[in-house]
DNA sequence: CTATATTACTAACACGCGTTACTAACGCGT
DNA sequence: ACGCGTTAGTAACGCGTGTTAGTAATATAG
């Protein structure tokens, strides 16, 4: 029974009707008047042949793939230990299903071929696009507005048309960094979750100075490293740090990812968390309660953000336009062991 | 300069020759003959016009949609927090761009809606399909093997016709509990990576019960837990295996996830790792060197198996029938902190 | 110089569906 | 009987491409 390619013909065959009339009840068009009997006559053929609608055909004709685009610009070495891109694939899917719609998912690296989005988009492989880290010096970016392509960022660009959504960086380093100085700490290290062209990364670290500011902390350049993405480069920044010489009571570090790797790098030059060394970390991933210790960091809403994102998307789709172009998700703090609040009796929660 | 809709026609018109040709020329046809000036003209239009076919009705027509499909099988709490999905996704992807193809991605929870993927087989939108997580209760599947559609299973399917690529896992765990048993240890907890509906975690339990047999130690189904898939059913776990009032003095863990939790519960019972209990874990994620302590696991060749499974699918896309249905791949042991080998001056390496 | 093969292309159909414009039948009031 | 609106349905075109069968021009063979 293999090759058995049922078209909207066949149904139509068999309800004793022209195919026409199949298309007009299968997709329940609006404002167009079928008999009750007819109408279930097709929809029982359509059943009984198993009919599912070709979808190239349909996209042809409609014009619509019905296929949501998610890119995400990363370089290959970030990808495989990227935990946030379940969540957002987690909330993706779900929201996308909910639409009768399918994602096409696609990684692209940043040094090279950084158009393969316009293709999805002049291919009109997919109807919309959520672009997950953006880099302001993408050109390819521009022509998606001009043609006024729907397009979601996970992200922010600044100063840009875009609709995008995102978390507040900023406020949420601020918060970590504020934590630690409440508890005392005057000398402060940071390492940041990438290089500063991501503006995540520079929004963070700026959120961090302002902390220091707001304390009336003098910021110190030779406190902070940059690491990138994955606990290797937090691992080595820490110990980089630590072997300077430099004179710290604690740090925060940007990324509960690259926290991991500083984690270990301080213990290994035999210093106690968070007794000689307090950590705060970002992102809360979902084993940042199980390691040890449990790492003190802050919460992004990551399933929720993506959540939000694609239903903007749909908006879109939809002809909308949603005068808010910028979402700014909030953050939360989540104390556990590795400021060392419990120790003073700060914050005894969780 | 918005709605600019480049067709083939278009190019034709502008190289001064037919569409056919141009078809011709772009799909660099075999057998064809065309003059080289001709060619060239038509390459030159098409790279002033910014031509790019459309997806739609290049599928139609041609009969393949240059898609396949990633089709995980897994309950919605799983996908947040499972890293190894990012490895797959990276390998890939690499191997998907490599064939100028793209990849869909559709998770699909085991309780409800088995058969999307049929739909997206039906809907011809994919030519194959990749399916991680097979169960062997879906009857869906079988609709796959009876129109012969390109299918590879990222993990096993034992007895079945399909073609598979997985890891061996009763090799990966016999070697787990295999270097417990060579530490000295005779009483060995069990924690599963998930339900013994899973093959793979199945297997793994066998690996572990295989080794005792090897080594002449009595399997005792008390020490066995079975946990889901993520840290807190490994805390859990751990948990209720240390309140048992179990004696055991080491621990085979089947999932590095699951052990990070194993790793928190075990410190809060004022257990020290290794000394007081010996872990080893299965997996081999890409922090567990980072966590504390290191933790002594089973590395798994995840990008590699997700390229070998696309290169395997590529092959039965084009028509061949490799005879090889089942590619089993090894493992290697890691050994670091958490099982205590170091402490007694065994495999003291990495 | 004619018959045939080769080269370089094109006309026209097919893919399966959405959709517009149109028709046939029917009911209803006058 | 006629006109008119409404209901129920259909014929036919278009979406943009791949591909087969065919043609005109040129080269080759006899």
Do not use: W
């Amino acid at each position: 029974m293999a090759v058995n390619r049922v078209t909207s013909q066949d149904v139509a065959d068999r309800a004793g009707v022209s195919r026409t009339t199949v298309s007009l009840v299968l997709n329940n068009v609006p404002g167009i008047q079928i008999s009750d009997t007819t109408r279930q006559r097709v929809l029982q053929a359509a059943e009984e042949l198993n009919y599912v609608p070709d979808a190239a055909a349909q996209a042809l004709a409609s014009r619509q793939s019905q296929v949501i685009g998610l890119v995400l610009i990363r370089t290959p070495d970030q990808i495989a230990s990227d935990i946030f891109l379940t969540q957002t694939l987690d909330g993706l899917i779900k929201s996308v299903h909910k639409a009768g719609m399918r994602l096409l998912i696609d990684i692209i690296d940043p040094e090279h071929q950084e158009e393969t989005y316009l293709h999805l988009m002049r291919a009109k492989r997919i109807d919309g696009i959520i672009l997950s880290g953006p880099r302001s010096n993408d050109e390819s970016l521009n022509a998606l507005l001009d043609v006024d392509f729907p397009t979601v960022l996970l992200g922010q660009l600044p100063g840009s048309q875009f609709y995008s959504v995102d978390v507040d960086n900023r406020a949420a380093a601020h918060n970590a960094a504020t934590h630690l100085l409440n508890l005392g700490h005057r000398r402060i290290a940071c390492i940041t979750n990438a290089p500063l062209s991501y503006t995540a990364a520079n929004d963070r670290l700026s959120g961090y100075r302002q902390a220091l500011e707001t304390a009336g902390v003098p910021f110190d350049p030779p406190l902070v490293r940059f690491a990138e993405f994955d606990p290797e480069s937090g691992y080595e920044q820490m110990n980089n740090l630590l072997e300077s010489g430099s004179d710290f009571s604690a740090a925060f570090v940007a990324s509960d990812l690259v926290a991991y790797g500083a984690i270990a790098a301080t213990r290994e030059h035999g210093l106690r968390i968070p007794e000689d060394m307090a950590l705060v970390g970002l992102d809360d991933l979902p084993f940042s309660r199980f390691i040890s210790p449990p790492l003190t960091t802050i919460r992004l809403p990551a399933i929720e953000l993506a959540r939000i994102a694609t239903d903007l998307l749909f908006r879109l789709l939809q002809g909308e336009q949603p005068e808010q172009k910028q979402i700014i998700l909030g953050t939360e703090l989540v104390v556990r062991d590795s400021c060392g609040a419990k120790l003073h009796g700060y914050a005894p929660h969780q």
